[in-house]
């Protein structure tokens, strides 16, 4: 079972002492934020990761070791790694999601729809033809929101293999929005890959992804409890 916890920026106070709980690279990846918003945003996604993790392990929040060195350039802002846990991190508009299994390799990511995006220009440079095509044929009101389908469903998969934005996205193929979530066709990658969108938020939009043969099952927990304890 992938655990998808959510909290809301909106409803969540933000408890300055959870910044006590952060590792070095942490710390200074919130501070160089300017934005208060954006610092809560990332301050809770280290909160439920760190609270859940010591949950499990029976541990102080801070003494839980997280790498999040990137493959390329050895700074701190790949994806979350930990050992004895799969994990994935997302955060956008009113929403902050934290996925968890112990073995599976995952990917979860949020986006808040944006009406005033030009969903045709980010196509052109981010959506297989197929997509594009898909995307022009749709009434414009309805462009942004499948947009970020498709983006969610695509930022999802290549987080879960750890591509993430080195991923030529023009060549992962996912379905239309209307369909279900699954991946239609992806030449750089040969594993399995399981796909499903996710409950979140009005005016959100968000996807799962998980390397794996077997149907994804999830369960969706409210961050809030965790945050409290």
Request: proline share 8%; charged share 25%.
């Amino acid at each position: 079972m992938i655990e998808v916890w959510w909290a809301r920026l909106s409803t969540q106070p933000i408890d300055p002492r959870w910044i006590t709980d952060l590792d070095p690279a942490e710390r200074e990846r919130l501070a160089a934020y300017v934005r208060t918003e954006d610092q809560n945003r990332f301050l809770l996604g280290c909160t439920i990761v760190r609270r859940l993790l010591a949950r499990r392990q029976q541990l102080p929040p801070a003494s839980i070791r997280l790498d999040r060195r990137c493959p390329d350039c050895g700074r701190p802002h790949g994806k979350v790694r930990t050992e004895g846990a799969e994990l994935s991190i997302t955060h956008s508009g009113d929403l902050v999601g934290v996925a968890f299994h112990p073995t599976t390799p995952i990917g979860l990511d949020v986006e808040l729809v944006n009406p005033a995006v030009d969903a045709v220009a980010l196509a052109r440079v981010s959506l297989a033809s197929a997509e594009t095509d898909d995307l022009v044929r749709r009434p414009a009101a309805d462009q942004p929101a499948a947009f970020t389908t498709y983006w969610t469903r695509k930022e999802a998969v290549v987080k879960a293999t750890g591509d993430g934005i080195r991923t030529d996205l023009t060549k992962l193929v996912v379905t239309p929005p209307d369909q279900p979530a699954a991946v239609v066709s992806w030449p750089d990658h040969a594993g399995p890959i399981q796909l499903i969108d996710v409950d979140s938020a009005p005016n959100h939009r968000a996807a799962l992804a998980a390397l794996s043969d077997e149907p994804i099952e999830m369960s969706l927990e409210d961050a809030a409890n965790l945050l409290s304890s």
